[in-house]
């Protein structure tokens, strides 16, 4: 899994898996879109306007919790 972002644009990609097969984009708001194969697979998901997407209570920070390990990464987005 990999997290792109590109502020320049304010667009994120969250890569769940490489793209192995032709997938459609399905737009499932304005501001969503997912990349899903034929068999239903998902391979992607497209926040555009991440920063007012991802600002939620976290400050504008991507916030990667490893519940497993009590463990958390913090990575800000603006």
Known sequence: MRL?????????????????VQVETIQVRDELNVDIAPDGTVYGIEPLNANAQFGG???GALVVVNEALG????????
């Open 57 to 59: 209570d976290d400050g």
């Open 71 to 78: 463990r958390q990464q913090v990575v800000p987005l603006r």
């Open 4 to 20: 792109v972002y590109d502020p320049r644009h304010n667009v994120a990609y969250l890569r769940l898996q490489a793209k192995t």
